[in-house]
């Protein structure tokens, strides 16, 4: 029988077996610490991702690395590390090119579900729009290095039968990146490249004619939050003075798809709740070209691409008390941002003059006074205007758009289920 | 276990990578893709792990750099002494450009970060020699005798030691003579418990800038059953700024040594190993002689310096370039033969070190006051400096002053009294320990340089820099270097370190700009903090600690960066540089 020791865990007293890890005491004890690098049976943990970071003693440090002793004080839940931890996750899909929607581990990605369980809307960081490639080198999988967290678990894990390593980091500091050995990927059998592809915490590891795909509400983080009081957390916005009369609302769609205003029609009966209480300004919906009064809320879909965009998005600030993004292209680029980390020269001649439907000297790149200029690149509207709130998905969920858009103009309590918060 | 053994042990296998890799580096100028397929089948690993070594050292290169290698030190310090015209000239010169070789494949040219001769700025390492106070005219000189058949090593200059002052009075405890042995036998006599209470009395902490208590790391490793045990020298002092090991080794190696071997007899280990910084491969022979010497004489070997059963021997293991190779759990992973990836805080090196054995790792430094505590005696070495703080420390002194180089102080002495010694020019802004320690303001000039309590905030813990800056210096350009070197030099296996320094890099460029607004600054702080809480090793939790504590010690300054007009909503933006590569299509 092992020595057990008393330790405290958010005040709450627990007896554990010494030396036992720490993240494993506490989900035994349905104590929820986020995290995408711990794997149980690796040893020494791998210690990467550091988004399981709690307080020991007064000390930040990460649980995965910590082993129980006696009187061993954690503290899990406080806003600073819960925002700490918030900012991790944050900074992976910042320092990454998570595009959800063209993800296929998209609803079975740990990341993902990371991002939904601590409720990021929006990252604080710009995103950096790094170049990385696709390596679709190897003979049985395809590295996707836009989507790698660099957790470590496919280079310790992953061997040949042989025990000859199949991944390995490359270089060092931003430039870093998993590397994958062509010869021993080709000696792995199906179940040990099928192994790679399910321990990814992400959608970087892709094995060639499997698919991940699941109808939606099938896959593993679709419906249920590991934290049993989800839902039961509810959002209110602080008191805003209560309007009189009808709101008014204005919504445009920048560099998007509309897709985002198809969705907020899906609100189905609420439909007339709405025409009974808000009234349309500048919208694609009532088709008025200019603002023809101040408005309590601005519904932006799509990012920023053009000089348009810019002007549409800074009259907006101007006209409206409140800004909201809507989707993840106005959140932070989104589909469009694809282009990105490709010089704007690249893009616009694949476009327009290499394309395999274009004659060859026939075409121009279109160039007029009066056509919007595009931008260096996709810009996230936080980066030009301040934006008060952030809906992410791709489209967002119509009962999530309507319940934020109730509880701005009329500060009514609200929470959003976890099958609603989606970035696909 | 026989000596032999343990010789064998630390000579085999994968241990010896980085040695092989030198080698074909040198001999080949890069490490081409068949040897690295044998060097792999040789160690037996996948390729891509060889490859994942080989890119993580900055010395190590997949494509040829040229007959001659020339990497120019692009530190602060440089950048102050003229770094810009010492760029051009060497691209004018060579006709290639950095970061890339020459059309005849003569001359490589990259740029690396402080290669330790702060006091000799600007300075180049050219086939690993030193090349220090360059100038337009110098450089010219050096590549037309390079280009006339002079060798590199016949041409490079012999690094000044620069000890600009020493305690008065004979009080010197770093730099008088030492007698090779004495300390030992004192040891000895000691017996290891007494050595261990020894360090206790006279409180040696980790000059490397840590301050953990000698006494304590050694005391642990001793208890520990697991044998065989070693010792290691961290001589990887690769932060900005600082060179007092370089002078430490290249004048006072044997207190080093020796300060080792007494190591190896209170902890009982029977090998010694000196992780020397790549930067510094011209020290190389000079320390690998002093070695040789200690085991002529009979003191390194079996039965060192005739003590009957304590066998003790030293080698040699050059780094690659690598910063974070100078935290210690990197550092062992680097002896290993691995990417110097710090390891978690899980086992710590005196239970499971290096080849997962009980280790003890000290600083160049710390080594060396411990043979002088030895040699001297706790009673005198307790007469220097303070109480709670006695003996003496040396600080690199660099940047905007009259005599840059190494200064002995006692502990407790002021910073205005540093600052006079070195005579600084109108000293506005000093960043202590290098870029990871604190930076002070000149306000702060009296505050006492000692061990003491750090939180207290009166006195302040020096890991062994002062960098001097005057007035004229743009403080966010010096911000903006220093997150540029710790953007590179971040190993990149923790997320806050590796994508946080990439992120507080964009917005310092945006604070340069005139794009940042008061919310950039308090965000710039608290991202700052996240770093410091979350992540894995020294580097990224102090990588942004002179930017906290330069942006609560000079407000006024930043507030003048900031955009004025801005109105809480629209965000400054630059329309014309966003829509420049459009304009290109103007018809």
């Not at chain 1, 900074?91 to 296929?104: Q, Y």
């Not at chain 1, 060639?208 to 983080?221: N, T």
């Not at chain 1, 000297?361 to 160039?367: E, K, L, V």
């Not at chain 2, 102080?409 to 202590?432: F, H, K, N, S």
């Amino acid at each position: 029988m092992a020595e057990m020791v008393n330790i405290t865990i958010d005040g709450k007293s627990i007896q554990a077996e010494k030396g036992k890890n720490l993240m494993q005491v506490a989900k035994e004890n349905g104590i929820f610490i986020p995290s995408l690098c711990y794997y149980e049976h690796i040893e020494p943990p791998l210690g990467t991702c550091r988004v399981c970071t709690c307080k020991m003693n007064g000390k930040y440090n990460p649980a995965c690395t910590e082993k129980v002793s006696e009187g061993l004080v954690v503290e899990v839940n406080t806003s600073e590390l819960t925002d700490t931890r918030k900012a991790l996750v944050e900074m992976m899909f910042a320092e990454g090119n998570h595009i959800c929607p063209a993800c296929e581990k998209s609803g079975n990605c740990d990341l993902q579900h990371m991002g939904y369980e601590l409720g990021v809307s929006s990252t604080r960081f710009q995103h950096l729009f790094k170049d990385r490639l696709i390596d679709f080198n190897p003979q049985r999988m395809v590295m996707e290095h836009n989507r790698c967290i660099k957790c470590l678990r496919c280079v310790v894990e992953v061997k040949t039968s042989d025990g000859k390593k199949v991944f390995n980091y490359q270089e060092r500091g931003n430039e870093t990146f998993v590397g994958i050995d062509y010869e021993q990927e080709a000696k792995l059998t199906k179940e040990q490249a099928l192994n790679a592809m399910h321990i990814c915490p992400t959608g970087a590891i892709i094995v060639r004619g499997e698919s991940l795909a699941a109808p939606f509400g099938d896959r593993k983080f679709d419906m249920e939050s590991v934290q049993k009081d989800y839902n039961k957390k509810k959002t209110t916005h602080k008191n805003r003075p209560p309007v009189m009369g009808k709101k008014i609302v204005a919504t445009v769609s920048l560099a998007g798809c509309f897709g985002c205003h198809m969705s907020l029609l899906d609100i189905d009966e609420d439909l007339l709740d709405v025409v009974e209480l808000i009234s349309f300004d500048k919208s694609p919906l009532t088709d008025f070209k200019e603002f023809t009064s101040r408005c309590h809320i601005g519904i932006i879909e799509g990012g920023v691409c053009n000089s348009e965009n810019v002007e549409t998005l800074r009259k907006f600030r101007e006209h409206c008390d409140i800004l909201v993004s809507l989707g993840e292209c106005s959140v932070w680029g989104g589909l469009p941002s694809m282009r990105n980390s490709i010089p704007l020269s690249e893009c616009l001649e694949e476009a327009y003059l290499n394309s395999a439907t274009s004659e060859p000297g026939a075409n121009i790149i279109p160039y007029h006074e009066d056509l919007p200029k595009i931008l260096d690149r996709v810009y996230a509207c936080n980066e030009i205007v301040k934006i008060d709130y952030y809906i992410p998905g791709c489209p967002p969920d119509a009962n999530h758009i309507w319940k934020a858009v109730k509880n701005i103009l009329w500060g009514e309590e609200y929470s959003i289920l976890y099958s609603e918060f989606k970035y696909d | 276990m026989p000596a032999e053994t343990v010789q064998q042990l630390v000579e085999s296998g994968q241990t010896q990578m980085l040695n092989q890799l030198w080698e074909l580096q040198l001999k080949n100028g890069f490490i081409n893709d068949d040897d690295i397929k044998k060097i792999a089948e040789q160690f037996n690993l996948s390729t891509i792990e060889v490859e994942g070594v080989v890119s993580f050292y900055h010395f190590f290169h997949r494509k040829p750099t040229g007959k001659y290698t020339i990497y120019l030190n692009n530190s602060i310090i440089a950048d102050i002494k003229g770094f810009k015209r010492i760029k051009e000239t060497f691209e004018r010169e060579t006709g290639a450009v950095f970061g890339s070789v020459d059309r005849t494949g003569t001359f490589g040219l990259f740029l690396t970060p402080c290669i330790g001769l702060s006091d000799q700025e600007p300075s180049a390492l050219i086939n690993f020699y030193p090349f220090t106070n360059l100038n337009a005219i110098r450089v010219k000189d050096i590549i037309n005798a390079l280009n006339n058949g002079a060798t590199p090593e016949s041409i490079c200059d012999a690094p000044a030691d620069n000890i600009r002052y020493t305690p008065p009075g004979e009080k010197s405890i770093f730099f008088k003579k030492f007698e090779d042995g004495k300390a030992l036998t004192h040891a000895e006599k000691l017996g290891a418990d007494g050595v261990i209470e020894a360090l206790k009395k006279t409180e040696l902490a980790g000059r490397g800038g840590a301050y953990f208590p000698t006494w304590k790391k050694w005391k642990a490793a001793k208890e520990q059953t697991t044998t065989p045990k070693f010792v290691v020298c961290n001589a990887d002092e690769g932060e900005p700024g600082t060179f007092k090991d370089r002078v430490l080794i290249s004048t006072q190696a044997t207190s080093m040594i020796e300060g080792m071997m007494i190591c190896g007899y209170t902890i009982g280990a029977e090998y010694g190993i000196i992780y020397l910084r790549g930067e510094y491969r011209w020290l190389k022979p000079k320390l690998d002689e002093a070695i040789d010497d200690y085991r002529k004489k009979g003191l390194l070997g079996k039965d060192c310096g005739n003590i009957k059963g304590f066998h003790f021997d030293i080698r040699v293991q050059m780094g690659a370039g690598s910063y974070v190779c100078g935290e210690e759990t990197a550092l062992l992973e680097s002896l290993e033969g691995k990417r110097g990836e710090p390891r978690t805080k899980w086992f710590f090196p005196v239970e499971k070190g290096y080849l997962q054995l009980p280790t003890v790792i000290n600083n160049v430094e710390t080594f060396c006051a411990a043979a002088r505590i030895l040699e001297m005696g706790a009673e005198q070495y307790m007469q220097m400096g303070i109480p709670g703080s006695p003996g003496t420390k040396l600080i690199s002194v660099s940047g905007d002053c009259k005599f840059p180089g190494i200064y002995e102080i006692e502990w407790g002495m002021t910073v205005a009294e540093l600052l006079e010694l070195c005579e600084a020019d109108d000293p506005y802004y000093i960043q202590v320990s290098g870029p990871s320690g604190e930076c002070i303001s000149i306000k702060e000039k009296y505050r006492r340089i000692s061990m003491l309590d750090l939180l207290a905030r009166k006195d302040i813990r020096c890991g062994g820099s002062f960098m001097i800056f005057n007035k004229q210096r743009d403080l966010v350009k010096v911000l903006l270097n220093f997150s540029e070197f710790f953007k590179s030099e971040s190993c990149g296996i923790c997320t806050p370190c590796r994508a946080g320094n990439f992120i507080i890099q964009r917005k310092l460029e945006r604070l340069d700009n005139g794009l940042a607004n008061e919310k950039d600054l308090e965000e710039l702080k608290s991202w700052g903090t996240i770093m410091k809480n979350t992540s894995r090793c020294g580097l990224g939790k102090t990588a942004t600690n002179s930017l906290i504590f330069s942006m609560e010690k000079f407000t006024d300054y930043f507030r003048g960066k900031l955009d004025k007009e801005y109105n809480g909503l629209n965000l400054k933006f630059d329309m014309e540089e966003a829509t420049e590569d459009y304009e290109k299509y103007k018809i």
